[in-house]
């Protein structure tokens, strides 16, 4: 199950179809070790970094209902080693917590980054190295979201990021897909940076991808490409 995080609308947790810059800088994060209060680091890096990402294999997409009964008595450590106690009028507890949160399973996504000022640290070899050597569990999303395989596929050497989604095999199992019941996947959804070159027909598309780390918010929507190329122009595929 992956769960990549979309705008959030009052309790409904709803999720995208390929992770954002900032969903992937906090994942490399995380496997370098940099803490979240590391606010700089975290900044640089997400400045950084350029992302371009194929859906080799589609989601199947589903929602799961949440209901939790809080009291007000509950305490809880926190990342900054403080006890953290609920607020909340005497009221505040009577009905338990809705939320309901999106996830997709069975997907395969194949991603394609490089970094801006590249001899900087960390570098892509040392991205590399801690992809493959975490310092701490990874997850995809939401921590219940683990990766089923390895996720580093290799340094490539390429004129842009199109150019390296091509070099890495797709999924054997891709074509035995359906986008729904009557038509077989045969085109595949690629999204890439507005820096880098793309295929004509790619349509200009706005979401929020980068994430204000010391505010702890997303802010402002950034331009990136999608569209559809035919499975042909990639690698011959691999076992799933």
Not at 71 to 98: C, L, Y
Not at 135 to 154: D, Q, T, W
């Amino acid at each position: 199950m992956v769960a990549f995080g979309d705008t959030m609308i009052d309790s409904l947790g709803r999720i995208r179809e390929t992770p954002s810059v900032s969903a992937v800088s906090g994942l490399l994060s995380n496997a370098l070790g940099i803490r979240r209060e590391d606010h700089g680091r975290l900044s640089r890096l997400q400045n950084r970094l350029v992302l371009a990402c194929r859906v080799d294999r589609v989601a199947l997409r589903f929602s799961d209902f949440q209901t939790a009964q809080l009291n007000g008595k509950d305490r809880g450590w926190t990342t900054s080693g403080r006890v953290q106690e609920r607020a909340g009028g005497t009221t505040t507890f009577d009905s338990p917590h809705i939320r309901e949160r999106d996830y997709d399973s069975d997907v395969s996504i194949t991603l394609a980054l490089r970094l801006r000022d590249a001899a900087e640290s960390p570098t892509l070899e040392d991205i590399a190295h801690a992809i493959q050597w975490p310092s701490r569990p990874l997850f995809l999303g939401r921590k219940c979201c683990l990766p089923s395989a390895p996720m580093f596929y290799g340094l490539l050497d390429a004129e842009h990021a199109f150019a390296a989604l091509q070099q890495i095999p797709l999924r054997e199992s891709m074509a035995q897909h359906r986008w729904d019941a009557h038509q077989l996947l045969r085109k595949i959804v690629v999204t890439l940076p507005p820096d880098e070159p793309c295929p004509q027909g790619f349509e200009r598309v706005f979401s929020t991808e980068r994430r204000d780390w010391p505010a702890g918010v997303h802010a402002g929507e950034q331009r990136r490409y999608r569209g559809t190329v035919d499975s042909a122009v990639f690698k011959a595929g691999e076992t799933s």
